[in-house]
């Protein structure tokens, strides 16, 4: 099938990506992760890229997240701030879910904030609105409104040009 | 033209009533179209001006206005509940203050969890340090057998070869060992009997042999 591509193209879901924890703070803009393909110990972090990285740059898009192999003896993962701060993160020996947990209480976003942004994104998004950013591009698309007057033209007594130079007619 | 129809039952407007199918539209006969004109005998038509009386414009606005504060009190305390209070601090030096307080509480979080896999990773080094010096350690030994075997069966060659080296002729015994030579010739002219025995002679008879040298005294 040509869309089941890769080795676990679940991974590739809407819906396995939509299930991603993870949001990262604002601040983090580049995201590393630094492990070896081969050591028992680093197997737990090789998981962790496999399964959990797509969700993370799923829910993330403008974070850079890179991955460098083969470069160190134990594993981490090292997250970048804006203010110039770096936040190391050991995890030798860890198994993909402890990572992912421990991540979600140091550098995720935490509930109350997510909780305060999905309220502030209803509130925005009001399907009533019409104009430059919403669905419906002027008032003429409205039900119950004057229709388009490129469409039906408005009766000539409303218009302001025959109203008012009504004595050139 | 369609139009919707209130159940006059219910008086709340509820979900259910206006249902996402159209269940509760109904068709109207005629509306004028937006562009006729109005009609000639309604051009001059003025509506009377409503008259309430006096008594019932009081009590109409007393209920109005009361019900007015209530919707905008409702709506001002929802505004203060859902967008002010969740809005974050426009004031940059405000929300720098908020990201150190929390980067700090992460950081705490962080640093215990490095410590212990501190603790966690120096023991698994260790271990596997171990493990490297016995592996290192058999291999020596390993090593140092097999050297001392090669010494052993070195040393046997050489020691078979001095004892060899004794009956060397030199040129202290080269006088010695041409007189030997000369007055032991070696006979390999020799016939075996069945039995192994060497007979040595030219003209012998079986019976008469005297010299009997066996083969198997000599290996």
């Not at chain 1, 995890?91 to 904030?113: A, F, P």
């Not at chain 2, 078979?160 to 202290?172: A, D, L, P, V, Y």
Request: net charge positive; glycine share 4%.
């Amino acid at each position: 099938m040509p869309f089941m591509k890769g080795v676990a193209p679940i991974r590739r879901t809407l819906k396995y990506l939509e299930a991603g924890r993870l949001i990262l703070k604002d601040q983090i803009k580049i995201f590393t992760v630094n492990y070896n393909v081969i050591g028992k110990h680093h197997a737990g972090t090789k998981d962790f890229v496999f399964w959990y990285l797509p969700q993370i740059q799923y829910k993330n898009p403008h974070v850079q997240i890179a991955t460098l192999k083969n470069l160190t003896p134990t594993p981490f993962i090292r997250c970048f701030y804006e203010t110039g701060d770096q936040m190391i993160i050991d995890v030798d020996s860890k198994s993909k879910e402890e990572i992912y947990e421990h991540l979600i209480q140091v550098v995720g976003k935490t509930k109350g904030v997510l909780k305060a942004e999905a309220i502030a994104k209803e509130k925005t998004d009001n399907p009533a609105n019409f104009g430059a950013l919403c669905d419906r591009h002027c008032i003429c698309e409205i039900l119950g409104q004057v229709p388009c007057p490129a469409t039906c033209p408005v009766p000539k007594i409303w218009r302001g040009k025959y109203k008012f130079q009504k004595v050139e007619d | 033209m369609l139009r919707l129809v209130n159940n006059f039952r219910n008086l709340t407007i509820t979900k259910e009533s206006l249902s996402i199918n159209y269940t509760n539209y109904q068709p109207v006969r005629w509306r004028k179209p937006i562009w006729l004109p109005v009609a000639k005998t309604k051009i001059f038509k003025v509506p009377p001006r409503t008259v309430i009386p006096e008594e019932e414009k009081v009590e109409l606005m007393r209920l109005y206005n009361s019900y007015r504060t209530q919707i905008k009190s409702l709506r001002r305390y929802l505004t203060y509940k859902y967008c002010t209070k969740f809005l974050a601090s426009e004031d940059p030096e405000e929300q720098k203050k908020i990201f150190e307080e929390d980067f700090a509480r992460c950081i705490e979080i962080n640093k215990k969890w490095n410590e212990e896999q501190n603790v966690l990773r120096e023991k698994r080094v260790a271990e596997e340090l171990e493990v490297n010096l016995d592996f290192a350690r058999n291999r020596i030994e390993l090593e140092l057998i097999k050297q001392e075997e090669k010494l052993q069966k070195v040393e046997e060659i050489v020691r078979r070869e001095k004892e060899q080296g004794k009956s060397f002729i030199t040129s202290e015994n080269i006088d010695e060992a041409i007189e030997y030579a000369l007055h032991n010739s070696v006979d390999y002219n020799f016939a075996i009997d069945l039995n192994g025995e060497k007979i040595f002679g030219r003209e012998n008879n079986t019976q008469e042999v005297k010299q009997k040298v066996s083969v198997l005294a000599n290996i």
